[in-house]
């Protein structure tokens, strides 16, 4: 079954600090990925995503992705976080036909 | 104002009661998702409807029932036979893709109903 492991559950950091969440899956094909991010209160909301191309993605936020397909992974950064990035963060993979396997997400704590 | 509106925001309810969660949608999507989210454990897929009076099992189907009479509402009850039913309780929307992995296209999430089981 496909899988997807995020490998930081919380993550602390400090304003202008830069971040990197990692994030790996399990399968074998062809697959379109992911990142999700809900915001204290708010919903669950699409950061970016890579279909196809260019392996380095760039969402809104300043966030940025790569895909690495030899090593399975999609990590997600940024270079200089805010305390306004606080949230939780969802990698995802669709193996095909609209299914999406999240992985178990990682917190992020910006302090001022 | 297109959305996605689930509700209600908190419910509470007593073991061995059959509970029903609303989903509604008005961004004319044809296909609807029910997702539960627990703490460290992220988003699993209850089940998902491409068409109406069509639906299919997600990964944890068990428990759970639903029915798609609409385009637009797509409830999600959850049963006594749920074994562990407190949860957070996502609700998802797209338009339908094709059969072809780059025509994918984005999911929209409600703001979620969390159920206690008391």
């Known amino acids: 079954a496909q899988s997807v492991s995020q490998h930081n559950h919380h993550v602390i950091l400090s304003e202008a600090a830069s971040l990197e969440l990692g994030c790996n899956y399990s399968y074998g094909g062809t697959v379109n990925l992911f990142w999700y991010v809900q915001y204290p209160g708010q919903h669950l909301q699409l950061l970016l995503k890579y279909f196809s191309g260019d392996p380095l993605v760039k969402g809104i936020k300043g966030f940025e992705a790569e895909f690495i397909k030899s090593k399975f992974s999609f990590n997600l950064r940024k270079p200089s976080v805010q305390w306004s990035d606080t949230a939780e963060y969802f990698c995802?993979?669709?193996?095909?036909?609209?299914?999406?396997?999240f992985g178990t997400g990682t917190r992020l704590l910006v302090s001022p | 104002d297109g959305g996605i509106t689930q509700s209600p925001k908190y419910l509470f309810r007593k073991e061995g009661q059959n509970v029903t969660l609303s989903c509604e949608q008005n961004l004319n999507h044809d296909a609807m998702y029910w997702y539960r989210q627990d703490p460290g454990q992220g988003l699993r897929l209850i089940y998902y409807?491409?068409?109406?009076?069509?639906?299919q099992k997600g990964d944890i189907a068990e428990g759970y029932s639903v029915s798609r009479e609409k385009k637009e509402s797509f409830p999600l009850t959850v049963t006594s036979a749920q074994k562990n039913p407190t949860a957070f309780y996502l609700c998802a929307s797209s338009r339908l893709a094709g059969d072809q992995l780059s025509s994918y296209n984005e999911q929209f999430f409600g703001p979620g109903t969390r159920l206690t089981v008391l």
């Open positions: 409807s491409q068409i109406v009076n069509d639906f």
């Open positions: 995802a993979v669709s193996p095909g036909f609209q299914k999406l396997v």
